[in-house]
């Protein structure tokens, strides 16, 4: 398993000062979600727990670092949660698993700077059911942040909302996040008439 470029991850209690995990989702509506989520790298669990209380199905959250799966876990069962399901998985290289057309929300936090977005986007694209969304995430390039890639590799929303039309998702809207005010928010879907095949030869 390879690990994507600078995605190294500080200490758990520097990692959730940047972040108002739950108004993220609820900006990002992944309240609303109808089916599974999925997470693209679920780091410490900073955005799966609170999704769990947010939603009936299951959160499907993926991470290359088996030490991010456990902490997940770890938090997951001290809140008495039945509905978050993590694995170590290589996504990037392999997947996530999941069916065509089956999940109903998509969560790509702060990972598109990764060698190879739009595969990975065209990945979320295929797992989505049609009208499914993608809540999308990253630091902002305008200010100094305290964390986030370095500025060559650090994408803006406008190149992000590129790439996912590329890989098959339509665009939904940007959305402020005051609520953490170092990223800029974004909402793609997969529109009712992509089809798997076509989200998998998008490019």
Partial sequence: MVKGRESGMPVESQWGAFFDPACVLAKLDCAGAI???IEFG???GTFTIPAAHMIESRVLAFDIEPEMVAATVAKASAADLSNV???VR???ADGCGVPDGEAGYAMLFNILHIEDPVGLLREACRA???GG???IIHWRSDLETPRGPSAPIRPSAEQCRSWGERAGLEFVRYEPLACCSWHWGMIMRRSEDTEPSDAAQSR
């Fill in 35 to 37: 089916g599974d989520v």
């Fill in 42 to 44: 679920c780091g410490y």
């Fill in 85 to 87: 399901f993590a694995e």
């Fill in 90 to 92: 290589d996504f990037v």
């Fill in 128 to 130: 989505l059911a049609p």
């Fill in 133 to 135: 969304k993608a809540g």
